[in-house]
């Protein structure tokens, strides 16, 4: 992407200053992302995955009307709507997107001054910030007309049908890669019954549809440098109907994970226990004790199952030939499917001690 390029778009969001650097952002795996600063003002440019979102309209109706009303909520405990919630610009008709003359589709956010997205836990306080804000993230939403919001990628975390997806994959074979994959069908083969216990709890009515977040990955929320507070949660573009444990579980999974990802060494792939507690607290706490006792007996299972269900999906895409999710090596899905598998497997020894830090905390706050 050149900068006239850019230049081009934001205009279009009525950006008139010149580029002063562009720098591109590679944590995300789906949207490109660029942080450009235009004379003395930084933004966020986003072009949308259009093979991810097939309806990017919807996926920017929601953001709209979840950062609509999280501004009120916001401003209702005292705080600054500016710094807490993302404010994208708007073109000449009042749209928060715009088509390019490629079909493409684009957005610009403001950039929160101070703030960063961190890959990894470089300080245990930014964790428990994250998970406060998290935690408060699904409070304040708690009351969101559900009905306003549409499902922006159908079924996203059903876990049993991302798994049937798995399955079916295996047996089309379309790259033929599945000979290299034996000991990780097995692992699904003795995981599918129990991969799917939470979602079923949810259809059966035991534990409650919210809205929900739906990709809490650690760098999927600001932190200011200086405080570590954690300052705003943002990739609002699976924002809709979900399950609280999967937010609280995604989370675990990705920061509290004693390696990156996709690590190869799978020896250093762990679940930190003090990295699971600190989370804890902070999710659970930030809460503010609006968790069922159910979800609450859910949280930790919640961990196993988002964690195979991503699992299942780094698989599916790497017998697929990698066509959802980006990546910058050979086997790289591969290798994110089975970083995921060995968590899942030390989370399962950790389980007990899982659940009672969450009753723990839960005990806490009510
Ligand atoms: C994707 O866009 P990013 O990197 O925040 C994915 C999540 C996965 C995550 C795995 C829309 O999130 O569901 O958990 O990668 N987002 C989408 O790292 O599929
Ligand atoms: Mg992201």
Request: glycine share 6%; net charge negative.
């Amino acid at each position: 992407m050149n900068e006239a390029e850019i230049l081009r778009i934001a205009k279009r969001f009525g950006i008139t200053d010149p580029i002063v650097e562009t720098e591109h952002v590679t944590n995300g795996h789906i949207n490109l992302t660029y942080l450009v600063t235009f004379g003395s003002k930084r933004y966020i440019v986003q072009k949308i995955n259009r093979y991810v979102f097939g309806n990017p309209e919807a996926v920017m109706n929601n953001i709209d009307c979840v950062t609509h009303f999280l501004r009120k909520k916001i401003r209702e405990d005292g705080g600054d709507p500016e710094r807490e919630t993302l404010r994208f610009l708007r073109d000449e008709n009042g749209k928060n997107y715009i088509v390019n003359d490629d079909g493409s589709f684009w957005r610009i956010s403001v950039y929160i001054d101070g703030t960063t997205a961190y890959n990894s836990v470089e300080d245990i306080r930014m964790l428990y910030n994250a998970g406060v804000s998290f935690g408060l993230f699904q409070k304040r939403l708690a009351d969101f007309p559900m009905d306003k919001i549409t499902e922006t990628i159908e079924d996203f975390h059903n876990t049993p049908k991302r798994i049937d997806v798995l399955f079916d994959t295996i047996k089309k074979d379309p790259c033929n890669r599945v000979n290299s994959v034996k000991d990780e069908i097995e692992f699904f083969v003795s995981r599918r019954t129990k991969a799917g216990k939470i979602v079923r709890l949810q259809q059966e009515g035991q534990i409650p549809l919210r809205v929900t977040h739906n990709d809490t990955k650690y760098n999927n929320i600001l932190i200011d440098k200086k405080t570590y507070e954690a300052v705003c949660v943002i990739d609002l573009d699976t924002v809709m109907p979900g399950i609280s444990c999967y937010d609280f579980g995604d989370a675990i999974r990705f920061a509290a994970s004693t390696a990156a990802e996709d690590e190869t060494d799978l020896d250093k792939v762990s679940l930190n226990m003090d990295y699971f507690r600190a989370f804890t607290e902070g999710f659970i706490g930030g809460s503010q004790g609006f968790f069922t006792d159910k979800e609450i007996e859910c949280m930790a299972l919640g961990a196993i199952n988002i964690t195979i269900e991503l699992a299942a999906r780094f698989l599916t895409d790497y017998l697929c030939g990698d066509l959802y999710f980006k990546t910058s090596r050979e086997n790289h899905n591969l290798d994110r499917a089975r970083n995921q598998i060995k968590l899942v497997c030390d989370m399962e020894n950790k389980y007990n001690e899982m659940q009672s830090i969450v009753f723990k905390n839960y005990k806490k706050c009510k």
